[in-house]
């Protein structure tokens, strides 16, 4: 027997309305919310000295290292080859964001370069650029966060913890 449905109505399987946000940020709202949030995480991180000292020097488990943070910031993005303006509108919102994530790049991998890709993280924290790399990436994870409704010191996710908001929607 066919159910009788009303004019307009559409008859569907889902037993909730889907979810609007992905940890406090818009799902829908940038088209490439996925590289934004590898973007977010990778600045989130190089831009927390406590978490540096308390996760990644500490060999805690589930935070990956810097040079997982580095490949997050520019892998899929390829930032390391062009500027984060290539994509506002669809990873980054405005001009302003795109600057301070192209300021926080070249700062961190100019690092990166001077101490190898492989680098332990003791590396990138002894060199004396460090702190203005950090700043550059605070400034840039606080604009983005902002943006996106989101505390900007709450503490930074899990690896896992972003790969499976990453395969959610």
């Known amino acids: 027997m066919v159910e009788a449905m009303e004019p307009g109505s559409v008859k569907t399987s889902r037993r909730t309305a889907p979810s609007t946000t992905m940890g406090g940020m818009p ?59 290539k994509y506002i509108g669809t990873i980054f919102r405005d001009a302003q964001e795109a600057a301070l994530v192209d300021t926080a790049v070249l700062r961190v991998l100019r690092i990166m370069h001077q101490v190898g890709a492989d680098a332990p993280v003791t590396s990138y924290m002894e060199n004396a650029d460090w702190p203005e790399a950090m700043r550059a990436a605070r400034d840039a994870h606080v604009r983005l966060s902002a943006n996106d409704g989101d505390d900007p010191d709450r503490a930074p996710d899990t690896l896992d913890a972003l790969a499976i908001r990453l395969r959610t929607v």
């Open 27 to 85: 799902v829908n709202d940038m088209p490439w919310w996925r590289w934004r949030s590898n973007v977010r995480s990778a600045l989130h991180m190089l831009s927390d000295p406590v978490f540096q000292r308390e996760c990644w020097v500490a060999g805690l488990p589930g935070y990956g290292d810097v040079t997982d943070a580095v490949y997050r910031l520019v892998e899929d993005t390829w930032l390391d080859n062009w500027s984060a303006e």
